[in-house]
């Protein structure tokens, strides 16, 4: 018999993000009995809550909480969720992503509780100018038609703030921001784990793993 071979992807972004740079205090606690002696290294952080690849609930828009925090969610809901995978390759500065070019690029509308665009082709979310890519209004309105609950996208707003999280928010929709190598992901469907600390907060920073 035959065992299916799984590929796992991480999709997180390791490190700082664009304006989050975590200050880190090392602690040693010294920690001694009779039987033995040994040292506890304890850290102390403060950074950003975009620090790396972070979720947003629709909390992160005070017009559109929800009352889903962090710390209330299920992590049994972030485990291996389906998801779709659209892929397109944007270059730096290319503007405005519409619902047509989604759907030709998927094949037609996604059916799974995640989507995850990769409008970015194999670059990174830092190697664009800031929102110089983005979902223009009728893409979003295309991803809230799909019913997808959760969306994971290296792309979102423009610089001139047409409300591309206000609308997602309102439909309910979750967001995942700043993801890494979404290029790796060579199957149209993947099971997805979001996993993140659970402090009672709208934004936080996650880890994202995908099996194909």
């Known amino acids: 018999m035959e065992l299916e071979t799984m590929t796992c992807v991480d999709l997180t972004l390791r490190g700082i993000g664009r304006d989050a740079v975590p200050e880190i205090a090392v602690r040693h606690v010294a920690l001694r009995s009779a039987a033995t002696a040994y040292t506890g290294v304890v850290y102390t952080t403060t950074g950003s809550s975009m620090l790396g690849s972070y979720i947003d609930f629709p909390g992160h828009i005070l017009e559109t909480d929800d009352g889903r925090r962090a710390d209330t969610a299920d992590l049994a809901d972030f485990y291996r969720m389906d998801a779709s995978v659209i892929h397109l390759d944007r270059a730096d500065g290319s503007g405005g992503i519409s619902a047509e070019e989604l759907e030709k690029a998927f094949g037609g509308v996604p059916d799974t509780p995640v989507v995850i665009l990769n409008a970015l082709g194999a670059r990174g979310p830092l190697d664009i100018a800031p929102r110089s890519v983005w979902l223009a209004m009728d893409a979003v309105e295309w991803l809230i038609r799909s019913k997808c609950r959760i969306l994971v996208s290296d792309v979102y707003e423009s610089r001139a703030l047409e409300g591309v999280f206000l ?3 309102r439909a309910g929709i979750t967001a ?6 979404l290029h790796k992901l060579t199957a149209p ?17 996650c880890t994202l793993v995908a099996e194909f």
């Open 189 to 205: 469907k993947v099971k997805l784990t979001i996993s993140f600390v659970k402090f009672p907060v709208t934004q936080i920073p």
């Open 167 to 169: 609308k997602l928010f």
């Open 176 to 181: 995942v921001c700043e993801p890494n190598r």
